[in-house]
T-cell receptor
Framework: EADIYQTPRYLVIGTGKKITLECSQT?????MYWYQQDPGMELHLIHY???????EKGDLSSESTVSRIRTEHFPLTLESARPSHTSQYLC?????????FGPGTRLTVL | GENVEQHPSTLSVQEGDSAVIKCTYS??????FPWYKQELGKGPQLIID?????GEKKDQRIAVTLNKTAKHFSLHITETQPEDSAVYFC????????????FGSGTKLNVKP
Protein backbone atom coordinates (compact mmCIF):
# COMPACT_ATOMS: atom_id res chain seq x y z
CA GLU A 1 0.00 0.00 0.00
CA ALA A 2 1.24 3.45 -0.94
CA ASP A 3 2.04 6.11 1.67
CA ILE A 4 0.57 9.24 0.19
CA TYR A 5 -1.40 11.67 2.29
CA GLN A 6 -3.72 14.57 1.60
CA THR A 7 -5.05 17.17 4.00
CA PRO A 8 -7.64 18.33 4.62
CA ARG A 9 -9.94 15.53 3.51
CA TYR A 10 -12.92 17.88 3.38
CA LEU A 11 -12.98 21.68 3.12
CA VAL A 12 -15.90 24.09 2.90
CA ILE A 13 -14.95 27.73 2.40
CA GLY A 14 -16.38 31.01 1.16
CA THR A 15 -15.69 32.68 -2.17
CA GLY A 16 -12.49 34.73 -2.34
CA LYS A 17 -10.54 32.79 0.27
CA LYS A 18 -7.01 31.58 -0.36
CA ILE A 19 -6.54 27.88 0.23
CA THR A 20 -3.74 25.35 0.08
CA LEU A 21 -4.33 21.64 -0.35
CA GLU A 22 -1.53 19.57 1.08
CA CYS A 23 -0.06 16.42 -0.45
CA SER A 24 2.87 14.45 0.88
CA GLN A 25 4.40 11.06 0.17
CA THR A 26 7.01 9.11 2.09
CA UNK A 27 8.13 6.83 -0.73
CA UNK A 28 10.76 9.12 -2.25
CA UNK A 29 8.92 9.24 -5.56
CA UNK A 30 10.21 11.78 -8.07
CA UNK A 31 7.01 12.28 -10.04
CA MET A 32 3.91 13.79 -8.52
CA TYR A 33 0.54 14.76 -9.98
CA TRP A 34 -2.65 16.64 -9.19
CA TYR A 35 -5.94 15.57 -10.70
CA GLN A 36 -9.36 17.19 -10.55
CA GLN A 37 -12.22 14.73 -10.47
CA ASP A 38 -15.61 16.01 -11.59
CA PRO A 39 -18.99 14.69 -10.44
CA GLY A 40 -19.07 12.38 -13.47
CA MET A 41 -15.94 10.82 -11.97
CA GLU A 42 -13.59 11.63 -14.86
CA LEU A 43 -10.01 12.36 -13.84
CA HIS A 44 -8.38 15.46 -15.32
CA LEU A 45 -4.65 16.14 -14.91
CA ILE A 46 -4.12 19.75 -13.78
CA HIS A 47 -0.46 19.77 -12.63
CA TYR A 48 2.55 17.49 -12.52
CA UNK A 49 6.14 17.54 -11.41
CA UNK A 50 9.25 15.64 -12.54
CA UNK A 51 11.04 16.41 -9.27
CA UNK A 52 12.19 19.21 -7.00
CA UNK A 53 11.78 22.68 -8.57
CA UNK A 54 9.97 21.21 -11.56
CA UNK A 55 6.27 21.89 -12.19
CA GLU A 56 4.17 21.69 -15.35
CA LYS A 57 0.57 22.41 -16.22
CA GLY A 58 -1.58 19.46 -17.11
CA ASP A 59 -4.16 18.88 -19.79
CA LEU A 60 -6.98 20.71 -18.00
CA SER A 61 -6.52 24.42 -17.49
CA SER A 62 -6.65 25.34 -13.82
CA GLU A 63 -6.38 28.59 -11.88
CA SER A 64 -4.49 26.77 -9.16
CA THR A 65 -0.72 26.81 -8.72
CA VAL A 66 1.69 24.25 -7.31
CA SER A 67 5.18 24.14 -5.90
CA ARG A 68 7.75 21.39 -5.37
CA ILE A 69 10.41 22.54 -2.95
CA ARG A 70 10.87 19.14 -1.34
CA THR A 71 10.61 15.70 -2.93
CA GLU A 72 7.93 14.55 -0.54
CA HIS A 73 5.69 17.61 -0.66
CA PHE A 74 3.52 18.93 -3.54
CA PRO A 75 0.97 21.50 -2.31
CA LEU A 76 -1.72 23.04 -4.50
CA THR A 77 -2.86 26.63 -3.92
CA LEU A 78 -5.92 28.59 -5.00
CA GLU A 79 -5.38 32.33 -4.47
CA SER A 80 -9.07 33.20 -4.61
CA ALA A 81 -11.51 30.33 -4.47
CA ARG A 82 -14.73 30.42 -6.49
CA PRO A 83 -17.76 28.11 -6.63
CA SER A 84 -16.45 26.76 -9.96
CA HIS A 85 -13.49 25.31 -8.03
CA THR A 86 -15.80 22.98 -6.14
CA SER A 87 -14.51 19.48 -6.90
CA GLN A 88 -12.56 16.48 -5.65
CA TYR A 89 -8.79 16.96 -5.87
CA LEU A 90 -6.58 13.89 -6.03
CA CYS A 91 -2.82 13.82 -5.55
CA UNK A 92 -0.67 10.98 -6.90
CA UNK A 93 2.98 10.00 -7.12
CA UNK A 94 5.00 7.49 -9.09
CA UNK A 95 8.43 6.01 -9.46
CA UNK A 96 8.81 3.78 -12.44
CA UNK A 97 5.54 2.92 -14.08
CA UNK A 98 3.09 2.64 -11.22
CA UNK A 99 1.06 5.59 -10.00
CA UNK A 100 -0.33 5.73 -6.47
CA PHE A 101 -3.16 7.98 -5.35
CA GLY A 102 -3.90 9.74 -2.11
CA PRO A 103 -7.39 9.69 -0.56
CA GLY A 104 -8.39 13.04 -2.06
CA THR A 105 -9.65 16.40 -0.80
CA ARG A 106 -13.31 17.26 -1.32
CA LEU A 107 -13.46 21.05 -1.77
CA THR A 108 -16.70 23.01 -1.64
CA VAL A 109 -16.67 26.74 -2.30
CA LEU A 110 -19.83 28.56 -1.30
CA GLY B 1 -2.28 13.07 -27.64
CA GLU B 2 -3.61 9.81 -26.27
CA ASN B 3 -7.39 9.26 -26.06
CA VAL B 4 -8.78 6.47 -23.88
CA GLU B 5 -12.41 5.43 -24.19
CA GLN B 6 -14.09 3.19 -21.64
CA HIS B 7 -17.36 1.23 -21.81
CA PRO B 8 -19.82 0.75 -20.32
CA SER B 9 -20.29 3.75 -18.05
CA THR B 10 -22.46 1.69 -15.69
CA LEU B 11 -22.66 -2.06 -15.22
CA SER B 12 -24.99 -3.98 -12.97
CA VAL B 13 -24.46 -7.71 -12.37
CA GLN B 14 -25.76 -10.35 -10.03
CA GLU B 15 -23.43 -11.62 -7.34
CA GLY B 16 -21.44 -14.55 -8.71
CA ASP B 17 -21.67 -13.41 -12.32
CA SER B 18 -18.74 -12.10 -14.35
CA ALA B 19 -18.16 -8.46 -15.26
CA VAL B 20 -16.22 -7.15 -18.25
CA ILE B 21 -15.10 -3.57 -18.79
CA LYS B 22 -13.52 -2.53 -22.08
CA CYS B 23 -11.16 0.27 -23.04
CA THR B 24 -9.65 1.45 -26.30
CA TYR B 25 -6.67 3.73 -26.78
CA SER B 26 -5.42 5.73 -29.72
CA UNK B 27 -1.64 6.09 -29.35
CA UNK B 28 0.25 2.98 -30.45
CA UNK B 29 3.23 4.17 -28.37
CA UNK B 30 1.33 3.52 -25.12
CA UNK B 31 2.97 0.57 -23.38
CA UNK B 32 1.56 0.41 -19.86
CA PHE B 33 -2.10 -0.14 -18.95
CA PRO B 34 -3.18 -0.04 -15.28
CA TRP B 35 -6.64 -0.53 -13.86
CA TYR B 36 -7.84 1.30 -10.77
CA LYS B 37 -10.73 0.72 -8.38
CA GLN B 38 -12.22 3.70 -6.59
CA GLU B 39 -14.55 3.20 -3.66
CA LEU B 40 -16.78 5.95 -2.32
CA GLY B 41 -14.81 8.62 -0.48
CA LYS B 42 -11.42 7.16 -1.40
CA GLY B 43 -8.73 7.67 -3.99
CA PRO B 44 -8.25 5.20 -6.86
CA GLN B 45 -6.33 2.06 -5.94
CA LEU B 46 -4.30 0.05 -8.44
CA ILE B 47 -5.77 -3.44 -8.81
CA ILE B 48 -3.93 -4.85 -11.82
CA ASP B 49 -1.76 -3.68 -14.68
CA UNK B 50 -0.40 -5.02 -17.95
CA UNK B 51 2.48 -4.06 -20.18
CA UNK B 52 2.52 -4.06 -23.95
CA UNK B 53 4.73 -7.14 -24.21
CA UNK B 54 2.10 -9.28 -22.46
CA GLY B 55 -1.29 -10.35 -23.79
CA GLU B 56 -2.96 -11.43 -20.57
CA LYS B 57 -2.43 -11.21 -16.83
CA LYS B 58 -4.42 -12.77 -14.03
CA ASP B 59 -4.61 -12.17 -10.28
CA GLN B 60 -7.14 -14.40 -8.51
CA ARG B 61 -10.60 -13.27 -9.69
CA ILE B 62 -9.27 -10.40 -11.79
CA ALA B 63 -7.74 -10.64 -15.25
CA VAL B 64 -6.73 -8.15 -17.90
CA THR B 65 -6.27 -8.79 -21.60
CA LEU B 66 -4.51 -6.60 -24.14
CA ASN B 67 -4.82 -6.58 -27.92
CA LYS B 68 -2.11 -4.26 -29.22
CA THR B 69 -3.13 -4.59 -32.82
CA ALA B 70 -6.68 -3.49 -32.13
CA LYS B 71 -5.56 -1.08 -29.38
CA HIS B 72 -7.96 -2.34 -26.80
CA PHE B 73 -7.72 -3.88 -23.35
CA SER B 74 -10.29 -5.31 -21.00
CA LEU B 75 -10.81 -6.02 -17.31
CA HIS B 76 -12.52 -9.27 -16.36
CA ILE B 77 -13.86 -9.91 -12.87
CA THR B 78 -15.16 -13.41 -12.19
CA GLU B 79 -17.39 -14.58 -9.34
CA THR B 80 -18.30 -11.00 -8.48
CA GLN B 81 -19.01 -10.09 -4.86
CA PRO B 82 -20.84 -7.07 -3.39
CA GLU B 83 -17.49 -5.62 -2.27
CA ASP B 84 -16.48 -5.40 -5.93
CA SER B 85 -19.02 -2.58 -6.28
CA ALA B 86 -17.03 0.57 -7.08
CA VAL B 87 -15.95 2.78 -9.96
CA TYR B 88 -13.26 1.25 -12.17
CA PHE B 89 -10.87 3.26 -14.33
CA CYS B 90 -8.60 2.11 -17.10
CA UNK B 91 -5.55 4.13 -18.09
CA UNK B 92 -2.83 4.17 -20.73
CA UNK B 93 0.68 5.50 -20.34
CA UNK B 94 3.90 5.84 -22.30
CA UNK B 95 6.40 4.93 -19.63
CA UNK B 96 9.41 6.47 -21.35
CA UNK B 97 7.61 9.81 -21.81
CA UNK B 98 7.40 11.15 -18.26
CA UNK B 99 4.61 8.75 -17.38
CA UNK B 100 1.58 10.88 -18.11
CA UNK B 101 -1.47 8.76 -17.56
CA UNK B 102 -4.57 9.05 -19.72
CA PHE B 103 -7.66 7.79 -17.96
CA GLY B 104 -10.91 6.41 -19.23
CA SER B 105 -14.13 8.00 -18.05
CA GLY B 106 -14.85 5.27 -15.47
CA THR B 107 -17.33 2.41 -15.09
CA LYS B 108 -19.63 2.25 -12.10
CA LEU B 109 -20.02 -1.43 -11.23
CA ASN B 110 -22.91 -2.49 -9.05
CA VAL B 111 -22.94 -6.08 -7.81
CA LYS B 112 -26.37 -7.03 -6.54
CA PRO B 113 -26.48 -9.57 -3.71
Amino acid sequence: EADIYQTPRYLVIGTGKKITLECSQTMGHDKMYWYQQDPGMELHLIHYSYGVNSTEKGDLSSESTVSRIRTEHFPLTLESARPSHTSQYLCASSRGDTQYFGPGTRLTVL
Amino acid sequence: GENVEQHPSTLSVQEGDSAVIKCTYSDSASNYFPWYKQELGKGPQLIIDIRSNVGEKKDQRIAVTLNKTAKHFSLHITETQPEDSAVYFCAASITYNFNKFYFGSGTKLNVKP
